[in-house]
């Protein structure tokens, strides 16, 4: 080995020791920058049979701790993000009867992230939520009444986030609200709560909106029990490509196999590539041999090279 090669090695060696110093420092910074206020251990060190008894002796800034009653409430008047999803989340077995009042507004908040976090909290509590007269009912009338179609559509939200049954009455009647919005939501909300509506979730296909239709297709995706199968195929001539693709995602990710002759169809007609490729991915999954002859003609006469790559995908999945 000559001297270039010692040095070069010499040189590469320091190098990679100067990132990994970088790297542990950058990190503590930001471990250290992220808390709100004083770490406090869930079990003392000094208790044998706690924390220190399984892990040792840890820094502050690596050992769990929760949030106070205090600054749960700060967060919450501050209504900055980040600091609202980590004092919230090491809150999450903190009771608080006062900070209720404090984290509810935050179902309203303009940050779509802050209205998660804030459900997630209050959907935990014990007392102080659930009641008569309380945030969850009070989060139901916002649904039903508020003039406000933001504030309803928030409403609708939250009820898919709180994961409780009365919210399935409330947003299947908001599919019929007189806004686009609050009806997506509602749909988005059905989607969480795993239900269907009773059937409602399918009446939203035929929406004068797109975003209502798309909601309601991630939805009908998501869910357990779908009532609405047969009413998918209607939506794979919708005039919106958006919507035909997601359609025809949402009969590929169902296995609706009864729907092959309109999905060929449409792999061979649709005017949109995108829509054509996710009918040829969805071919390969219902995995007909007589499906063949159709994706070989795709491939071979299809003016897209993302739908000719897909239907021959789909012919390697028969």
């Keep these: ?93 903190v009771e608080c009867l006062t900070c209720i009042g404090a984290v509810a507004p935050l179902l309203y908040d303009a940050n779509a992230k802050t209205r998660e976090i804030a459900a997630w909290w209050l959907r935990r509590r014990i007392l102080g939520v659930f009641g008569p007269g309380e945030v969850y009912q009070q989060t139901v009338q916002t649904l039903q009444s508020d003039p406000n179609a933001t504030r309803r559509a928030d409403a609708a939200y939250a009820l898919g986030e709180f994961f409780a049954t009365p919210g399935i009455a409330a947003c299947a009647v908001a599919l019929s609200d007189s806004s686009a919005i609050v009806r997506a939501a509602a749909a988005s ?55 035909r693709r997601r359609a025809v995602e949402v009969i590929d990710a169902l296995q609706v196999f009864d729907a092959v002759a309109i999905v060929t169809m449409v792999a061979q007609t649709d005017a949109d590539p995108g829509v054509r490729a996710a009918a040829c991915h969805a071919l390969g999954s219902i995995g007909a041999a007589s499906l063949v002859p159709i994706l070989q003609s795709i491939v071979r006469t299809d003016s897209n090279g993302f739908v000719r790559d897909q239907a021959q995908i789909a012919l390697l999945r028969i």
Excluded at 35 to 47: I, L, N, W
Excluded at 68 to 78: G, V
Excluded at 205 to 232: M, T, Y
């Design 189 to 243: 909300a059905l989607g969480r709560l795993n239900s269907d509506g009773n059937g409602a979730l399918a009446t939203a296909f035929g929406d004068s909106d797109p975003s209502v239709k798309l909601a309601a297709l991630a939805a009908a995706s998501r869910i357990n029990a779908f009532s609405g199968v047969s009413k998918l195929a209607a939506l794979t001539m919708d005039p919106d490509s958006a919507v």
């Design 1 to 93: 080995m000559d001297v270039r090669d010692t040095r070069m090695r010499t040189r590469k060696f320091i190098e990679l020791r100067l990132l990994v110093g970088v790297t542990a420092l950058a990190t503590a910074l930001a471990a250290s920058d992220a808390r709100s206020d004083a770490p406090r251990p869930v079990t003392p060190d000094s208790d044998a049979a706690g924390f220190a008894a399984v892990y040792g002796t840890l820094p502050q800034d690596q050992v769990e701790f929760l949030s106070t009653p205090a600054a749960i409430k700060s967060a919450a008047a501050s209504g900055a993000p980040s600091l609202v999803w980590e004092v919230l989340e090491h809150g999450e077995k």
